[in-house]
């Protein structure tokens, strides 16, 4: 079976453009989860869904937006992006959320 | 607050030569405490779960324990293969979010 994948790998940005993250679950897997890593730290977490529904908002401003579709792949916005967005961008997903999370490759964003 | 503290930041061991590393954790209700692996700009890599003090659980050459204030993870006759940063994560029962350790970065020379 696949595991989670995630699109782009990679991305250059300048200040202030919109970026857009996509990410499919594990076949069977109803919950997805972002996370942002900036180097030499932990994921930290952004938004859960479950069921197209949000379940969860970590501490990052509204310029970070998401949303999960019908089949349960899910969208990152970030707007207005400022320096201090480049990380790599992790997507995982759980059959419901509560359970064990599997995360896809990553995508890097590079903000100039 | 709930909180995630990995030691040590850094470990370089021989090919062969034992250690652990520690996770300690203070949240409130504990859903599950998880372990990663993670290899450089990648994704992090699944090994284990825990629930409740007292589990432990073994894949190859890891071990990992839990008690009520901190985790384990036991590295037995490492090969340079095991190379990676190890993350631990606790996931609350509160609200279901999962906090990240920063990691341990193992280096295993041959």
């Known amino acids: 079976d696949a595991g989670v994948t995630q699109s782009p790998t990679h991305l250059i940005k300048t200040r202030g453009q919109h970026v857009t993250l996509r990410c499919s679950p594990i076949s069977g897997h109803k919950s997805v989860s972002w996370y942002q890593q900036v180097l030499g730290q932990g994921p930290q977490f952004i938004f859960q869904?479950?069921?197209?529904?949000?379940?969860g908002r970590g501490n990052f401003p509204d310029r970070f937006s998401a949303r999960q579709f019908p089949n349960y792949s899910s969208e990152l916005n970030v707007n207005a992006l400022l320096l201090g967005d480049s990380a790599l961008y992790l997507c995982?997903?759980?059959?419901?959320?509560?359970?064990?999370?599997?995360f896809g490759p990553g995508t890097r964003l590079l903000v100039l | 607050e709930d909180q995630v503290t990995q030691s040590p930041e850094a470990l370089r061991l021989q090919e062969g030569e034992s250690s652990s590393l520690n996770c300690s954790y203070t949240?409130?209700?504990?859903?599950?405490l998880f372990w990663y692996r993670q290899d450089p700009g990648k994704g992090p890599e699944f090994l284990f779960t825990?629930?409740?003090a007292g589990e432990e659980k073994e894949k190859e050459r890891l071990k990992a324990t839990l008690t009520k204030k901190e985790s384990f993870l036991h590295i037995t006759a490492p090969k340079p293969e095991d190379s990676a940063t190890y993350l631990c994560a606790v996931q609350a029962r509160r609200d279901d979010k999962i906090i990240f350790g920063k990691g341990t970065r193992l280096h295993i020379l041959p």
């Open positions: 995982a997903s759980s059959r419901s959320g509560t359970e064990t999370q599997y």
């Open positions: 825990l629930y409740s």
């Open positions: 869904y479950y069921e197209k529904e949000e379940r």
């Open positions: 949240v409130s209700g504990l859903r599950g």
